[in-house]
């Protein structure tokens, strides 16, 4: 083989190559240990979620999720314990309503329900965290960019009509 | 302030019911009072003002300008930039100029569902030829231009600096005139940034009377199905009251009545999102025991996001541009 033909790939184009992007919010005791224990079984997952962890997935406010979208997030995952295991006894139960609760607003808000997933992942689940994330990277991929950013501008009064920022 | 010691007043009214306009009025036999201290210099509501007149102020000439409702289209945009000009003070008056309001919620559709549903779908629309209002129209007189449509409802903060914010659906009259004679005595400041006042620093939920039995809710319920005992915290008898996820400043009138509270003074102190406040609260307040259920309770209410966000759409996260469509 001729050395050239190795160097046919294009340079990678960072304007046009659009990867999802993912909020991750995972509970320290069962969800985020789950993620650790696909790390040291060196599992292979999407790179495409920004894990924040949390004390608990009953401490993960409606509010930062709909914060993660507004500032960019293509699709956004909250993973916690398994109802019964909570390590705080009974804080998942409280996101046990309030995801559900939330994505009937989401659906409202024109959000595709596959942009966001609420799922339970215990500390020995690593292979499900890893499927989760693979899983949920495609379905935001096929789905593209959500891009509210720029939906933002039309309600912030950023590009307004005919009358935008001249004094009559 | 006028040669006479009295403030020069503005009053206007673009994207809302017209309800902010009539409890200026509430204030009633203290407006006699008001006529004291104050020259209505503009108020189309309750006099023939034209914008011309408005234009030919100076700078800053307005002591005191009400504004109240969001804006919605290029004159309301206009208008309100105008009167930021000539006024020394501009305070966003009511829920509709502080969070969008219920008009706000028109941003869950987009502008072409509006007029569908506006110019041809209601029922009682009268429109054989399926006219909808144009921007520009070429007559035997030459263009004639109405104001354009915006994509979504803006609160005022969005379009202009502003000095005070009043809330309320319609704010009460108390505190409304407290605040005119406030700015009046000249004992406050006259710009605030966007400061709250006519409310508290507590939620509903503070001044309301109610009992709370720290009890979880069992079952939800619609007023229409159901008689609240009195004297009980209504969210804990399962009607979905906004009280804990509301600014106080009402002294608790609906619940005190038996209605729910449906949140007409916006996010509470320290919250953005008024909605994100209430899911979060009723998370921990909804006794579903079993994650089954807990998708029952939800499944039961009807409207989440129109009782959530019935009076705030406009300074939620995520505001909801209706380019896109967003609900059918």
């Known amino acids: 083989m001729d050395a050239t033909e190795l160097r046919v790939e294009p340079a990678l184009d960072t304007q046009t190559a659009w990867e999802p992007r993912i909020v991750g919010f995972l509970c320290l005791w069962c969800s985020y240990t789950g993620a650790d224990n696909a790390g040291t079984a060196r599992m292979k997952y999407a790179p495409n979620v920004d894990i924040v962890k949390v004390m608990c997935s009953g401490r993960i406010d409606p509010d930062l999720i709909l914060t993660a979208f507004a500032k960019g997030a293509d699709g956004v995952m909250v993973l916690g314990c398994h109802v019964g295991d909570c390590h705080y006894i009974s804080g998942n139960h409280k996101t046990m309503v309030r995801m559900p609760l939330l994505r009937r607003v989401l659906e409202d808000f024109g959000i595709e329900p596959e942009r966001f997933r609420h799922e339970w992942v215990s500390a020995a689940e690593g292979e499900k965290f890893s499927r989760l994330v693979s899983e949920m990277t495609e379905q935001v991929r096929e789905l593209g960019p959500l891009d509210w950013k720029a939906r933002l501008k039309e309600c912030t009064g950023e590009n307004l009509g005919p009358w935008g920022g001249e004094h009559p | ?328």
């Not at chain 2, 004159?75 to 930021?84: A, F, G, K, P, S």
């Not at chain 2, 004992?187 to 400061?195: E, F, K, L, Y």
């Not at chain 2, 620093?201 to 001044?207: A, G, Q, T």
């Open chain 2, 1 to 328: 302030m006028n040669a006479n010691g009295k403030l020069r007043m503005g009053v206007y009214w673009a994207s809302s019911c017209g309800g902010c306009d009539i409890s200026l009025l509430e204030i009633g036999d203290k407006i006699l009072d008001l006529a004291q201290i104050a020259d209505i210099l503009f108020w189309p509501c309750v006099a023939d003002f034209k914008y011309a007149d408005v234009a030919g102020y100076l700078d800053g000439y307005l002591d005191l300008c009400f504004f109240n409702g969001g804006i919605r289209n290029s004159e309301q945009e206009q208008v309100v930039r105008l009167l930021r000009n000539k006024s020394r003070t501009l305070i966003a008056y009511g829920t509709c100029a502080a969070d969008g309001g219920i008009p706000a919620l028109a941003n869950l559709y987009s502008s072409e569902e509006i007029f569908e549903a506006s110019y041809h779908e209601n029922p009682s629309i009268d429109n054989e030829a399926g006219v909808e209002p144009q921007p520009e129209v070429e007559t035997a007189i030459g263009t004639l231009e109405i104001p354009r449509f915006y994509p979504a409802v803006l609160k005022l903060r969005d379009v202009v600096e502003v000095d005070y914010v009043i809330p309320g659906c319609p704010p009460q009259a108390d505190d409304v005139w407290e605040t005119i004679a406030a700015l009046a005595s000249g004992a406050v400041p006259v710009h605030a940034g966007d400061a709250r006042i006519g409310c508290n620093n507590r939620s509903v939920c503070d001044e309301c009377k109610r009992e709370k039995r720290e009890v979880k809710i069992k079952e939800l319920h619609r007023h229409h199905e159901f008689r609240p005992e009195p004297g009980w915290c209504l969210l804990e008898q399962g009607l979905l009251c906004m009280g804990s996820a509301t600014r106080g400043g009402c002294g608790a009138l609906c619940p005190k009545v038996g209605m729910r509270c449906e949140g007409c003074y916006g996010p509470p102190p320290g919250a953005t999102d008024q909605g994100a406040s209430i899911m979060g609260a009723l998370g921990a307040l909804l006794d579903a025991g079993t994650e089954a259920r807990a998708q029952e309770m939800v499944a039961e209410i009807a409207d989440p996001t129109g009782t959530f966000y019935r009076f705030s759409l406009a300074s939620s996260r995520l505001r909801v541009s209706s380019d896109r469509g967003g609900r059918r």
